[in-house]
């Protein structure tokens, strides 16, 4: 089975490891087939497991090797500034029902691993977004103010548990942060227990939207299932476009030991200084364990990730001076251009297939949240929110046309600019001057090639085109990954999909003669 790619390494993948299950070897039937096995996915799955519904999980990779594996694990209903901007431009009631949502999902989480006695390290913590730009102050007023309104008990405040002083802060109290895959795997032990099935290594390449709806395996194997959820983080199958609604950022992480006397207690986020978003989880041999991200980009613009984690690091030492960082991973998110995250029956797919996308790096409520409300979905009752993140939703995607528009401008830009730009013939030059770990795209006889030196010197050369919508990638020198501008798919160094939405993996191409 093809791992994911991790050239650090989570600290959750690292201290809960996740059971292991076979490929699907044959046709099968159910009354759910899940694809995608994140918080989203599974939560979706242990839903409907546990309203007595046969439900089958088919995940590519292994469990949670995506965007819940690599999280920061907050529980929160504080998401930077959204309430703001939620009654802005879609209106009071919406934001709070946005608020409300959110905070049933944390409830959610608590409530669960209560019921299913999951030790996930469940802490009850304040959330801070802060500044420490006095020019920012009466934004976060304001802030403060929308989400008091949206029914959170929010405050402006300007002292925090920061090491370092802050011109002011929205805080919100009864938040909360967990271990996202010893919860999730508490997830996992009862689906199958309730004889759920999961499958990994195991990715859907078609999806035929009858009555019942047929998923087409890699292998040729298909699952008929009456309703189809498609977990998958961007959604890889996307009758309705839904892409050009999603804008895709990548953030790096840090983590490392920290003396508990040195714990800021609270979970902290700003928009400045590059984004940085802090909070600690407790470890068992003692002390805790400081959690910094930050340094956003846009996957595939060829960013200089190794120098995104120095910054980060230098970051962290300075602010924190107690702190040895021992880990390293990055985690890759999408936004909708209106703000809300898309989640329902997928539009144009009939009545049978749903969708969950959208969270704006805020996947741990969004995903639980998204395992509701389409769990309430398929079983045919009331479901709540329904409206506020409907995928088809028209009147929000009118109000965010300018959003909108702007996506697609630098999709069409890197579609061709990239093109346009490609470094070097192939015939020496950038790839002779290549050292070992680093990646290059240049021009060669059939079209774009994407070229990696391993560390041993040894040359891989594959087709620079993505398998999606045919963008040019770009190499993550950190993660030593091609990665697409356009919509956020990654692929290994020999051109094994990582991440969706592509689906097929890089042409091989010959290295002899570059």
């Given at each position: 089975m093809k791992r994911h790619s991790d050239n650090g390494h989570s600290y959750w993948r690292e201290t809960a490891p996740?059971?292991?299950?076979?490929?699907?070897?044959?046709?099968a039937e159910a009354d759910v087939a899940v694809i995608g096995a994140g918080i989203a996915g599974i939560g979706t799955a242990w839903e409907l497991t546990r309203a007595g519904l046969d439900v089958v999980v088919l995940e590519a990779d292994r469990l949670a090797a995506g965007v819940t594996g690599h999280t920061t694990g907050k529980l929160t209903a504080l998401h930077t500034s959204v309430y703001h901007r939620l009654r802005t431009e879609h209106g009071d009631?919406?934001?709070?029902?946005?608020?409300?949502?959110?905070?049933?999902?944390?409830?959610?989480?608590?409530?669960?691993?209560?019921?299913l006695g999951i030790d996930c390290d469940l802490e009850r913590r304040p959330a801070f977004t802060y500044s420490r730009q006095?020019?920012?102050?009466?934004?976060?007023?304001?802030?403060?103010?929308a989400a008091r309104a949206a029914g959170l008990t929010a405050s402006f405040v300007t002292e925090t548990g920061l090491p370092f002083p802050v011109a002011g802060a929205v805080r919100v109290e009864d938040q909360a942060q967990f271990h996202p895959l010893a919860y999730l795997r508490g997830l996992v032990d009862d689906i199958v227990a309730a004889g759920g099935r999961v499958h990994e290594g195991t990715r859907v390449v078609e999806l035929d939207r009858g009555d019942p709806c047929r998923l087409t395996t890699d292998t040729g194997a298909v699952v008929s299932a009456r309703h189809v959820v498609?977990?998958?983080?961007?959604?890889?199958?996307?009758?309705?476009?839904?892409?050009?609604?999603?804008?895709?950022?990548?953030?790096l992480v840090i983590a490392g030991p920290l003396p508990a006397t040195q714990d800021p207690d609270g979970m902290y986020i700003t928009e400045r200084e590059g984004k940085r978003s802090v909070r600690t989880a407790p470890l068992h041999g003692g002390g805790r364990l400081l959690i910094v991200t930050g340094e956003a980009f846009r996957p595939g613009t060829g960013e200089d990730t190794e120098a995104g984690y120095a910054r980060l690091q230098e970051w962290a030492e300075r602010s924190f001076p107690g702190v040895t960082i021992t880990h390293r991973w990055a985690a890759q998110d999408n936004a909708a251009t209106d703000t809300l995250p898309l989640v329902g029956r997928m539009p144009t797919a009939g009545e049978n297939v749903y969708v969950a996308t959208g969270f704006a790096g805020w996947g741990m409520t969004g995903g639980v949240m998204a395992a509701s409300l389409i769990a309430a979905l398929v079983r045919g009752g009331p479901a709540?929110?329904?409206?506020?993140?409907?995928?088809?939703?028209?009147g929000s995607a009118l109000r965010s046309a300018p959003s909108l528009l702007k996506e697609q401008w630098e999709t069409g830009k890197h579609f061709v600019k990239d093109r346009l730009e490609t470094f070097g013939d192939g015939t020496g030059g950038p790839v002779r001057d290549l050292r070992p770990g680093e990646g290059t795209v240049v021009r060669a006889k059939g079209g774009p090639c994407a070229v990696h030196r391993d560390d041993r010197g040894g040359l891989h050369a594959v087709s620079?085109?993505?398998?999606?919508?045919?963008?040019?990638?770009?190499?993550?020198n950190a993660e030593r990954t091609w990665e697409c501008p356009c919509h956020g798919s990654r692929f290994d160094v020999d051109g094994a999909v990582l991440q969706g939405p592509a689906l097929t993996p890089l042409e091989p191409r010959d290295a002899e003669g570059l």
């Open positions: 996740l059971p292991s299950f076979p490929p699907l070897a044959e046709s009631d919406a934001a709070r029902q946005y608020a409300l949502s959110q905070s049933t999902a944390l409830r959610r989480v608590i409530e669960v691993a209560d019921e006095a020019e920012d102050v009466p934004a976060l007023r304001a802030e403060a103010e498609v977990a998958t983080h961007h959604p890889v199958f996307d009758h309705a476009l839904l892409a050009t609604r999603l804008t895709q950022h990548r953030d709540p929110w329904t409206d506020l993140y409907a995928p088809g939703r028209l620079a085109v993505c398998t999606h919508l045919g963008c040019v990638v770009a190499f993550n």
